[in-house]
């Protein structure tokens, strides 16, 4: 995997980056990362020891290392289908932005016949909409070590669209950008200009009935780091579209081609044609793809349990597989308590004929229109040639 995005996204996790640079991905980071696994667990943490009583957590050979003090999803004690918010990932560009709620408002403009500049209060009066919809980072799953960048989130704020629409969207608007207060200054071609930070939607995404201008995070008040006060929940795509410490929106007629949009988040794949040759494509990040994680293994009275997540952007899941070695895929089942659109899913097989000693488990997701998680070696994967989007199967080893 090349290694230049995780430094973009690693605004965020600084301890991390200076493992992978010091290279210590070996014995070393394995022995770190069990020891803080499971031992912290219960007291430290909301997320707890992922285990009741009478059960026993079976440790990953291949446990994950924890950044010390980073907030990122614990797999392997994975329990609450909401993620406790200490486990919330968070992803900064250009830092934090200092008192972005002091004075607050969000400019609507652009090419609108009524454009208009609205207060928190006034976002707070218009109609309230409640969405439960997993984010997860574009990188996340990008590199052997970074998987902790997914989180389930109950989000509430004002439906995009009905605003958009009473803004009277002029005809030739093809789509929106949604801009940050926080901005850098960035390298373009030959010298330096500050920039806000910027994503845009379609008119046809951004008018989806389920678009929100989000003011809180699991009924509380959004935090700082998640965007405070008001941030873009665009359910089913990958969070570099949830625009955090969204300050204007812009209707345009014209495509905005800046590091978030054209530079960088943009994904490189080779597309086989008919005629067998390879069209190398390079599209910017959008959608959510298919994905499924081995998340713990549990031992009970009567033999193994396995669990995991599985999310699919805007195609339903339909199912979960999961292979224990060279054995055939087996179906999971879908634990059905939850079942919101754009929500990861929790699965289970129990695994009844544990032989002792050490064993790989993997889980592919397959969705409503027949889309299989891909594995390692399968052309969706070896022909994407970046690092964002990664959605390969991924094998884990316990020993038992
Ligand atoms: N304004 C702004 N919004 C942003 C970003 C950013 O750097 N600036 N990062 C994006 C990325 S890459 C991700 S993955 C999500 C992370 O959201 P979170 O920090 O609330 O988890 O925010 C997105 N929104
Ligand atoms: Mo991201």
Not at 129 to 154: H, W
Request: hydrophobic letters at 40%; a neutral charge.
């Amino acid at each position: 995997m090349p290694d230049i995005p995780i430094q973009s996204v690693s605004a965020e996790l600084p301890s991390r980056r200076r493992v992978i640079q010091r290279g210590l991905l070996g014995a070393a980071a394995l022995t770190v990362g069990r020891g803080s696994l499971y031992a912290v667990g219960a007291e430290d943490r909301a997320g707890g020891t992922g285990v009741s009583a009478g059960e026993e957590l079976i440790p990953f050979l291949d446990a994950q290392p924890l950044a010390p003090g980073k907030a990122t999803l614990h797999w392997d004690t994975l329990t609450d289908w909401i993620t406790p918010m200490d486990q919330f990932f968070g992803v900064q560009h250009y830092g934090v932005p200092k008192d972005a709620a002091e004075g607050y408002k969000l400019e609507c403009t652009g090419l609108l016949d009524k454009p208009r500049t609205l207060t928190l209060d006034d976002l707070k009066k218009l109609p309230k909409k409640e969405i439960t919809a997993t984010l997860e980072c574009s990188g996340n799953g990008a590199s052997k070590t970074f998987m902790g960048a997914i989180g389930n989130a109950k989000w509430t704020g004002t439906p995009l669209a009905p605003l958009l629409r009473e803004c009277g969207l002029a005809a030739e608007a093809i789509e929106i950008a949604f801009w940050g207060s926080d901005h850098k200054s960035e390298k373009i071609r030959d010298a330096e200009y500050d920039q806000n930070f910027a994503r845009t939607l379609s008119i046809a995404d951004a008018l989806r009935d389920d678009v929100i201008l989000a003011y809180e995070m699991n009924g509380e008040p959004l935090a700082a780091g998640h965007g405070a006060p008001v941030r873009l929940v665009v359910p089913g795509w990958y969070g570099i579209a949830w625009v955090k410490w969204l300050t204007r929106m812009e209707a345009r007629d014209r495509r905005l081609m800046n590091r978030f949009t054209a530079r960088d988040y943009v994904t490189l794949r080779g597309k086989e044609l008919p005629d067998g040759h390879v069209s190398w494509q390079e599209s910017s990040v959008g959608p959510m793809n298919l994905k499924s994680m081995v998340a713990k293994v549990v031992r009970r009275k009567d033999g193994i349990t396995v669990m995991g997540a599985a999310w699919s952007g805007l195609t339903p899941l339909k199912s979960v597989e999961v292979k224990i070695d060279d054995r055939e895929w087996l179906a999971s089942k879908i634990d059905d308590s939850h079942s919101e659109p754009y929500t990861w899913r929790f699965w289970t097989i129990d695994w009844t004929d544990p032989k002792p000693g050490e064993h790989t488990l993997v889980s592919r997701a397959i969705d409503a229109k027949g889309n299989v998680q891909p594995a390692q070696e399968d052309a969706a994967i070896k022909l994407k040639k970046t690092y964002w989007e990664a959605n390969q199967q991924w094998p884990r080893r316990i020993k038992v």
